[in-house]
């Protein structure tokens, strides 16, 4: 099955700064990425997504790239802001389960943004 | 407000107990999810239902279960609990769209086992 590895487990960067997270995946037919911001005792929230017949994705300070070849995408934050403190985690949809198929989560990202 | 509830949000019981999780999906969804998350852990999928049917099956322990419903709001059942069931369970709900869309959560449901 579908195996998300995702680094680093913990970032800190400096107000200002650019913040970069990175997932690998392992089926090749995955076709969905989406990646979610859970804050301290809250849900994880969909922040930004990708689909595999787009190679990058961008909507104000956040980005996301993908390398279908490489199996594996990233998340940029640029003009990292102290609220942008959180846990993020990349995900990837296995293909067998079509647009209702579950996600596979990486274990996450704890950002810290320092003031 | 996500559109996704879930009850009760907070819940404490005994080692052997059992309890139930309740989540209702937001309107017009027609997938629901769970999912475990311990303490400093990710999100670990639990299992899937589609309109009533189990669709997908993740780590779910044999002392877990779940079923939708026909209104389509879902129950996770957890028996013989034990002190590392202890966690934050979600459930997310997912559009119906053919183009697919990522999932909307619920606020969660934080066992304690004590």
């Known amino acids: 099955g579908e195996n998300v590895e995702q680094h680093p487990s913990t970032l800190s960067v400096q107000e200002g700064d650019s913040a970069v997270i990175k997932c690998t995946y392992s089926?090749?037919?995955?076709?969905?990425f989406p990646w979610y911001k859970q804050e301290l005792g809250k849900r994880p929230q969909l922040i930004i997504d990708?689909?595999?017949?787009?190679g990058e994705k961008k909507d104000q300070r956040i980005a996301v790239t993908l390398n279908k070849t490489a199996k594996h995408f990233s998340l940029h934050i640029t003009e990292t802001q102290p609220e942008d403190s959180a846990v993020y985690f990349c995900?990837?949809?296995?293909?067998?389960?079509?647009?209702?198929?579950?996600?596979?989560f990486g274990k996450g990202t704890k950002l810290s943004v320092k003031p | 407000d996500s559109g996704v509830t879930q009850t009760p949000k907070h819940l404490i019981t005994a080692t052997g107990q059992r309890v139930t999780l309740r989540c209702s999906p937001r309107s017009g969804d027609l997938s629901v999810y769970w999912y475990q998350q311990s303490l400093d852990q990710g999100l670990q999928f639990l299992i899937q239902y589609y309109n009533g049917e189990e669709r997908a099956k993740g780590n779910i322990l044999e002392r877990f279960s779940a079923q939708q419903f026909p209104d389509l709001h879902s129950e996770l059942n957890l028996s013989s609990l034990e002190l590392g069931d202890s966690a934050l369970y979600f459930c997310?709900?997912?559009?119906?769209?053919?183009?697919?869309?990522?999932?909307?959560f619920g606020s969660g449901t934080r066992l304690t086992v004590v």
């Open positions: 089926d090749s037919a995955s076709n969905y």
């Open positions: 995900a990837a949809r296995p293909n067998y389960g079509g647009s209702q198929g579950n996600l596979i």
């Open positions: 990708i689909r595999s017949n787009v």
């Open positions: 997310a709900s997912s559009a119906t769209s053919t183009r697919g869309h990522g999932y909307t």
